[in-house]
């Protein structure tokens, strides 16, 4: 039978390699994770069934998945990846086992896209290894951060060495023991160009004047061993070695660096839906109120057509944005980059809050995925762009249209 679109042989392998480590290997272990997160300090140690996890994902050549580049992944294009992507954003700790986690897959592009040889054999090597962690450092809590160039955060060349002076909040990861390094992005020149005026610079995290201040809940959930750090910049000297492309290109690397991102988040959203609608399948059918099966009620069924259909329509301007991407490029693909920024978090969020609402009081407890992921696909509305500034570049492509 004919149909619409089809993956490669080498997809649908990695696809059926994928969904059986995960059926193996995570979704078991994923309460063995919780329970070694609360069984210490949540901030101080790792659980060990992560790394015996990543080790597992190594061995197995599912690694790295996200990185175009055959020399340290497996040369996967952004249509290709998609559908792996959207295995892996169906368990909250399965993107770390198979180094596809944010923000280290952004830090590592970055790297490797920006980076010099030294940076690249310092950081970029033990992160493509999984030895060390990551966190980005651009949003700031005294300024609307949503428009990159309102950053205040100062990057001021001193001789040999770039003192950095500021405040940023939200900085994932940076809060986790493996965290080594961290990306930060400041004014480096007032008086330039608007988006010529900020620089990104590489700050080892235990450098003097580094100061992790807070872990930043999000609705309760402190999201152990990785987090979200406010994080304090005092005087912090690094080498001039450590700007990244130089001097004015910061604003550059950091439309470089969001694209992939973006749609990433997109992907692992379809994931986290497909698993909310299993689940709510599997609890509705199970379930009897009022003299029937939950499953027969006109309501529930409609929930069900809902869901699959949003789903499926998420699922294709995602594949199309990322067939974009890899075919014309991220500037001419930033329209469908931003509609599905705005549509595929909404999309998710709908089916989990309906599967919330069939499993009832369970559904906001923690004895089911269903509230965490609710609370981690609301943060993705606001995190690399809000929904409002992806559709006020939908509303300008479109405009530019009949002009």
């Known amino acids: 039978m004919a149909v619409?679109?089809?993956?490669?042989?080498?997809?649908?392998?990695?696809?059926?390699?994928?969904?059986?480590?995960?059926?193996?290997?995570?979704?078991?272990?994923?309460?063995?994770?919780?329970?070694?997160?609360?069984?210490?300090?949540?901030?101080?140690?790792?659980?060990?069934?992560?790394?015996?996890?990543?080790?597992?994902?190594?061995?197995?050549?599912?690694?790295?998945?996200?990185?175009?580049?055959?020399?340290?992944?497996?040369?996967?294009?952004?249509?290709?990846?998609?559908p792996l992507c959207e295995i892996i954003g169906r368990s909250h700790i399965a993107p770390e086992v198979f180094n596809c986690n944010a923000p280290d897959t952004g830090n590592m592009e970055v790297l490797l896209?920006?980076?010099?040889?030294?940076?690249?054999?310092?950081?970029?090597?033990?992160?493509?290894?999984?030895?060390?962690?990551?966190?980005?450092?651009?949003?700031?809590?005294?300024?609307?951060?949503?428009?990159?160039?309102?950053?205040?955060?100062?990057?001021?060349?001193?001789?040999?060495?770039?003192?950095?002076?500021?405040?940023?909040?939200?900085?994932?990861?940076?809060?986790?023991?493996?965290?080594?390094?961290?990306?930060?992005?400041?004014?480096?020149?007032?008086?330039?160009?608007?988006?010529?005026?900020?620089?990104?610079?590489?700050?080892?995290?235990d450098t003097p004047g580094v100061e992790v201040k807070r872990s930043l809940n999000v609705f309760g959930y402190d999201h152990a061993p990785n987090g979200h750090a406010e994080i304090e910049f005092r005087d912090v000297r690094v080498p001039a070695g450590n700007i990244l492309l130089g001097e004015g290109r910061g604003f550059e690397i950091a439309q470089g660096r969001l694209g992939p991102g973006r749609i990433h988040h997109c992907m692992r959203s379809i994931g986290a839906a497909e698993r909310a609608l299993e689940l709510m399948m599997t609890r509705v059918r199970d379930r009897e109120a009022f003299g029937g099966r939950l499953i027969d009620q006109g309501i529930v069924q409609q929930w069900i057509a809902d869901s699959r259909m949003e789903i499926e329509q998420a699922r294709l301007l995602t594949l199309k944005a990322a067939y974009m991407m890899d075919t014309v490029g991220n500037k001419k693909a930033k329209a469908e980059i931003s509609m599905i920024k705005v549509i595929a978090p909404k999309m998710a969020l709908n089916v989990v809050d309906r599967a919330i609402q069939a499993f009832g009081g369970a559904g906001v407890s923690d004895d089911f995925i269903l509230a965490a992921s609710w609370a981690n696909l609301r943060t993705i509305r606001i995190l690399d762009g809000p929904d409002e500034v992806h559709r006020r570049t939908v509303a300008r492509e479109e405009i530019k249209k009949y002009k």
Not at 138 to 166: C, F, H, K, L, Q
Request: proline share 6%; charged share 25%; with cysteine.
């Open 113 to 205: 896209n920006y980076g010099s040889t030294q940076q690249q054999n310092e950081w970029l090597i033990p992160l493509l290894n999984g030895d060390i962690r990551s966190c980005f450092s651009m949003t700031e809590p005294d300024v609307a951060s949503s428009d990159a160039v309102n950053i205040s955060a100062s990057i001021v060349r001193d001789g040999d060495e770039y003192v950095i002076n500021g405040t940023k909040w939200w900085s994932t990861g940076a809060l986790d023991p493996r965290c080594k390094i961290a990306i930060v992005m400041g004014v480096s020149d007032p008086a330039a160009p608007r988006h010529k005026q900020q620089s990104m610079v590489l700050v080892p995290i």
């Open 4 to 82: 619409y679109f089809e993956h490669s042989h080498k997809v649908k392998d990695l696809q059926a390699r994928l969904k059986l480590f995960m059926e193996e290997y995570i979704y078991p272990n994923e309460e063995i994770y919780a329970e070694q997160i609360n069984s210490h300090d949540r901030f101080s140690e790792i659980p060990p069934i992560m790394e015996e996890l990543k080790q597992k994902a190594k061995e197995k050549g599912l690694w790295n998945l996200f990185l175009p580049e055959r020399e340290f992944g497996l040369g996967l294009s952004n249509l290709e990846y998609a």
